[in-house]
T-cell receptor
Framework: SQTIHQWPATLVQPVGSPLSLECTVE??????LYWYRQAAGRGLQLLFY??????ISSEVPQNLSASRPQDRQFILSSKKLLLSDSGFYLC??????????????FGNGTRLTVT | GQNIDQPTEMTATEGAIVQINCTYQ??????LFWYQQHAGEAPTFLSY??LDGLEEKGRFSSFLSRSKGYSYLLLKELQMKDSASYLC??????????WGAGTKLIIKP
């Protein structure tokens, strides 16, 4: 069966500091990978998605970036955090849409507080 | 534009039945998903509808009418652990997921 790991679970970072969140998937090959952000009491905002190694699509222009150095590894980064970057960050994977109805499966999330 | 509408909050009593509605306007349709999200946790997949009709999974059922752009999630025999937010999401013609803001369900004893 497939599992998704995301870390760290919580993070407190000062404004202007860098960020690196990591996500790995086990038990499947060539998954679609996603980074979402959820502000308190708000819906899910898609930040990035990837259909393969090195292939990243950005949905929202901002000071965040994503990379997929390996098939089942997805990294969210920032060079300088802003206060507005605070939120709940979720990594997710799915099969290629059209296969197995392809729901998204989420990691446990990272709660980021920028101070 | 693309839009998903759900009620912001609903309250129900333990042991009762509650129906959470979702209406959508999207560019194409390739399935509708319901997720449950407990406070402070990640969403978990509940159900998927791509054809009209009712899909039943234990105490939870989900209904879809594509012609009306409408779905509902029906929760029976409510338990306190069902207190959570319920998210509706539609996959559009580009296979992108469009998310609703979620419905916070409060269960009272």
């Amino acid at each position: 069966s497939q599992t998704i790991h995301q870390w760290p679970a919580t993070l407190v970072q000062p404004v202007g500091s860098p960020l690196s969140l990591e996500c790995t998937v086990e038990g499947t090959s060539n998954p679609n990978l996603y980074w979402y952000r959820q502000a308190a009491g708000r819906g899910l905002q898609l930040l990035f998605y990837s259909v393969g190694i090195g292939q990243i699509s950005s949905e929202v222009p901002q000071n965040l970036s994503a990379s997929r150095p390996q098939d089942r590894q997805f990294i969210l980064s920032s060079k300088k955090l802003l206060l507005s970057d605070s939120g709940f960050y979720l990594c997710a994977w799915s099969f290629i849409p059209g296969q197995n109805n392809s729901p998204l499966h989420f990691g446990n999330g990272t709660r980021l507080t920028v101070t | 534009g693309q839009n998903i509408d759900q009620p912001t909050e609903m309250t129900a009593t333990e042991g009762a039945i509650v129906q959470i509605n979702c209406t959508y306007q999207t560019s194409g349709f390739n399935g509708l998903f319901w997720y449950q999200q407990h406070a402070g946790e990640a969403p978990t997949f509940l159900s998927y509808n791509v054809l009209d009709g009712l899909e039943e999974k234990g105490r939870f059922s989900s209904f879809l009418s594509r012609s009306k752009g409408y779905s509902y999630l029906l929760l029976k025999e409510l338990q306190m652990k069902d207190s959570a937010s319920y998210l509706c999401a539609v996959r559009d013609s580009n296979y992108q997921l469009i998310w609703g803001a979620g419905t916070k369900l409060i269960i009272k004893p």
